[in-house]
């Protein structure tokens, strides 16, 4: 995909999440982290930024192998609710529905990007 293309399904993806002075931002780096990456991996990491109810996640897989990929969400920190529809901003077709935790698979350097909503 193109560079334009890309930024344009990001900016999308913000704008569905209601990307404002609300929005709060969940990194992976945090020492009271509302994500937890299962396998942990310093080149496998995810963060959420939340608004309104809606959880958009981001998992990246920094690695050279595919990987399967189990996220725990702590959804009272994020301040969200199970039972949202979330799909792939770079996949549409991929699509899941939120709950306590988040699983799939990546390719090497495989980047998700979710918006539940």
């Known amino acids: 995909m193109a560079r334009d ?6 900016w999308k993806a913000q ?5 404002n002075e609300k929005t709060e931002f969940h990194p992976y780096y945090a020492d009271d982290p ?12 995810a963060s959420a930024y939340t608004n309104a109810g809606r959880l958009m996640l981001v998992v990246l897989n920094d690695t050279d192998k595919t990987q399967k990929i ?15 529809t979330g799909h792939d901003a770079f996949d549409p077709g991929l699509t899941w ?4 935790s988040w ?3 990546l390719p090497p350097r495989g980047v998700r990007m979710i918006v539940f909503k």
């Not at 293309?5 to 990001?10: G, R």
């Not at 704008?15 to 990307?19: K, M, N, Y």
């Not at 529905?97 to 306590?100: E, G, K, M």
């Open 15 to 19: 704008d569905e999440l209601g990307w």
């Open 34 to 45: 509302a994500l937890k990456v299962f396998p942990v991996s310093e080149r496998i990491v």
């Open 97 to 100: 529905q939120l709950d306590h």
């Open 5 to 10: 293309h890309w930024s344009f399904l990001w």
């Open 103 to 105: 699983q799939g698979e």
């Open 70 to 84: 189990n996220v725990r969400l702590d959804l009272k920190k994020l301040k969200t609710k199970p039972g949202l």
